[in-house]
């Protein structure tokens, strides 16, 4: 593993034995279903109780990440997010607090534990989630090319993706355009 996987797994390892629903999303999650890219941070979907959350806070920081406590708690409050820096990898991983609306819940449920590489293994957002994430991130991006492109190539790696689901959620979403435009209709 490299040291940007092994600060994940620090990471998820945490979430795991503090018992925080997540999942990796992001250019991780991309890669996985679709074409891999090199990206320089990760980007995990977290679901804590404040009792967690400060628990997560103190064994980060002893295990030499940096977090700042006011942010993380100012983010759980706000349902925002919040980063934490591997200081050795100076690798960033971003927390989000999973949002309070129907879909955040259902992607987070439909999460899947797959092995990004031998010896890291990661609850991960599932194909037809990443791509609709990904067509959320490319509108609120002003349409960005390379959210458009990483939901290109989940959509042509994973054909038997569930399309209904997809059509169903982009519509409720605002992104059923763009799911349209990348052929998924």
Known sequence: ???????????????????IPYMVTGS????????PRS??????????SPEQLRALVARLTEAD???DADRAQDALARR??????EAQANFKIDLIIR???PFSREELARRQVVELTPGLSVALSSPEDTILSKLEWSKAGGRSEKQLGDAVDVLAMNPGV?????????????????WREIGGA
């Open 1 to 19: 593993m490299n040291p940007d996987q092994v600060a994940l797994l620090e990471v998820v390892r945490s979430l795991e034995v503090l018992r």
């Open 99 to 101: 949002k309070d609306r």
């Open 28 to 35: 991780f999650a991309s890669s996985f279903h679709g074409r």
């Open 162 to 178: 569930d399309r209904t689901y997809i059509e169903r959620w982009a519509n409720v979403l605002g992104v059923l355009d763009l």
């Open 39 to 48: 990206t320089h941070d990760a980007d995990v979907v977290i679901d804590p």
């Open 80 to 85: 925002l997010q919040f980063n934490v820096i």
């Open 65 to 67: 990440f940096y977090v």
